[in-house]
């Protein structure tokens, strides 16, 4: 009988991680030195169940809203963080240092477009043009060196964390069945 994969050891093993990395936006921390793109890039790349690699760590970042409160970008937060969880998708079996670390950035990137772009869009405290929109993305540069610093830490601790446990307990390694 084929183990349920949700009750399987490296399921397990992912969802602790994403859940204990989450846990980590509720003690104190710079601003936006946070797991969020790291989350959603591990999660991408590492369950074998796309809807587990988006709904795990999306559930990881409602709980933590839970408790932090919601605000008006949450619909952009989470949008970039669905498409950050893509990128995982596309790191799934490149799992090396160099693809890690491009995705990582690309991540923050990201979602510091489509946040910052929401900032603008939503807020009264840049004009409705062109140059608002840049005034508004100049303002948030200083903030965007914490997002790449928060998402290359807790990359290199998931997925660093994650190669270390499948080496010491290779049955976590994700074997995908073939057919012979």
Not at 10 to 27: C, E, K, N, S, Y
Not at 97 to 105: D, K, N, S
Not at 135 to 147: D, G, I, Q, S
């Amino acid at each position: 009988m084929a183990q349920n994969r949700f009750l399987s050891p490296r399921f397990v093993i992912l969802v602790g991680m994403i859940l204990a990395a989450a846990l980590t936006r509720l003690i104190p921390h710079p601003p936006n030195f946070t797991p969020i793109g790291a989350l959603a890039l591990f999660g991408g790349a590492s369950f074998a169940d796309r809807r587990a690699a988006l709904g795990v760590p999306l559930l990881a970042l409602l709980l933590g809203d839970l408790v932090l409160g919601f605000h008006a970008l949450m619909p952009a937060v989470y949008a970039s963080f669905a498409l950050i969880v893509l990128l995982g998708f596309w790191l799934r079996g490149r799992r090396r240092l160099v693809p890690i670390a491009g995705t990582a950035l690309a991540g923050s990137l990201m979602f510091f477009v489509v946040t910052n772009f929401a900032v603008w869009a939503q807020s009264n405290s840049y004009e409705a043009s062109w140059q608002g929109l840049v005034m508004c993305y100049v303002a948030a540069v200083p903030f965007f060196h914490n997002t790449v610093m928060g998402d290359a830490t807790y990359a290199v601790a998931l997925f660093g964390g994650l190669a270390l446990a499948e080496h010491a307990f290779p049955r976590l390694l994700d074997i995908k069945p073939t057919l012979a």
